[in-house]
C-alpha cells in the first residue's frame, strides 16, 4: 500500500558528502514520522536521524553536526544531507515512514520500510 524508494546512496571518500533521498508513494491519508537508519555489516540497525511532519528532528549522537534530515510534505519525500563522511559511517541505509492509511471512515498507522541504499566511506 505504501512504497519508499531510495535514492542517492554511493562510493564516496572520507570527508565528502551524500544526500539521500526517500519518496513515498501509493495508497495513503498521510506520511507522519519519517526517518533514516542504518545498518553495517555485523551490526544492528540503529537510528540515523528522524523527522515529525512539523519538521521536529532527532538525531543520533554519531552524526549530529554532520548529517541533517529535511523533509518535503507535498513531495513526500524526506532527505538526508551526509557531509564529513567517515569509513564508520558505511552501512545500508533505510528509508521508514509512520503512513496514516484509512479504510472507510477508519484511519490506522502502519510502519513501512525502504528496500535500503548502500554508502560506502572510503578511507
Known amino acids: 500500500q505504501v512504497q519508499l524508494v531510495e535514492s542517492g546512496g554511493g562510493l564516496v571518500q572520507a570527508g565528502g558528502s551524500l544526500r539521500l533521498s526517500c519518496a513515498a508513494s501509493g495508497n495513503f491519508a498521510s506520511i507522519h514520522a519519517m526517518g533514516w537508519y542504518r545498518q553495517a555489516p555485523g551490526k544492528q540497525r540503529e537510528l540515523v536521524a528522524t523527522i515529525s511532519s512539523g519538521g521536529t528532528t532527532n538525531y543520533a549522537d554519531s552524526v549530529k553536526g554532520r548529517f541533517t534530515i529535511s523533509r518535503d510534505n507535498a513531495k513526500n519525500t524526506v532527505y538526508l544531507q551526509m557531509n564529513s563522511l567517515r569509513p564508520e559511517d558505511t552501512a545500508v541505509y533505510y528509508c521508514?515512514?509512520?503512513?496514516?492509511?484509512?479504510?472507510?471512515?477508519?484511519?490506522?498507522?502502519?510502519?513501512?520500510w525502504g528496500q535500503g541504499t548502500q554508502v560506502t566511506v572510503s578511507s
Open positions: 521508514n515512514a509512520d503512513a496514516i492509511l484509512a479504510r472507510g471512515n477508519y484511519y490506522y498507522s502502519t510502519n513501512y
